[in-house]
Structure formats: C-alpha cells, structure tokens
C-alpha cells in the first residue's frame, strides 16, 4: 500500500490513510456492518483515553511498563492511552467509579 501511495508511515506502525484509503477501509467497515447487522449483531466503540483506575483494578497498570502512554487530563486525573481495550470492555458490566460515573460528570 505504501508503494501504491495510499499510505504514508510517519511512526512506528503509525500510518497516515490518504483520501482513497479511507474510502476503501469505509466501504470494508460498511460491508461488516452490514454483516453484523444481518445476525443481529451490536457494534462497540470503545475511548481512547481511559481513566488510569480501570487499568489499575486489572493490575495491569503497574504491569506494563513503559509502552503504555500514562498522563493526567486537566482535572490531574490519571489516565492512560488504551493500547488494548479489555478493561473498557469490562467496565460497563461492573459498577463505575465515581470518576466514571454520569452523576459526577454531571456534578
């Protein structure tokens, strides 16, 4: 894809998709859906960024070293760039923490 000038790399694995790329994985991703759609599947977009207490009650937040992105976001709450995405998948089942909360957001 590279030499065919539809991507361009600009990191380690970290590619920039040109507009006829981006077409193309749209239409893929469609065509799932569609599929997904048609036994009555669901589709899940999970965050980005997460709360660093999600990746903490795993034990995996300590556990990873350096590879895992961790920051505070402008209230000084730890967070951390999801590279997998185990624990927001786990964490609409169990209860939320008051940082995840809707009633604090709201607060």
């Known amino acids: 894809m590279m030499r065919g000038g539809y991507i361009k790399p600009?990191?380690?694995?970290?590619?920039?998709?040109?507009?006829?790329?981006k077409r193309i994985t749209a239409k893929i991703e469609n065509i799932i859906r569609e599929e997904m759609n048609r036994i009555d599947g669901q589709e899940v977009l999970f965050p980005v960024a997460m709360p660093a207490?999600?990746?903490?009650k795993s034990g995996r937040f300590d556990a990873i070293g350096s590879e895992l992105l961790r920051f505070q976001d402008r209230s000084g709450a730890d967070m951390v760039l999801g590279m997998t995405h185990e624990e927001a998948a786990v964490q609409p089942r169990s209860r939320?923490?008051?940082?995840?909360?809707?009633?604090?957001?709201?607060?």
Do not use: C, H
């Open 53 to 56: 207490d999600m990746w903490r």
């Open 10 to 21: 600009v990191g380690n694995g970290i590619f920039t998709l040109f507009p006829i790329t």
């Open 96 to 107: 939320p923490s008051s940082a995840t909360s809707p009633a604090a957001a709201a607060a």
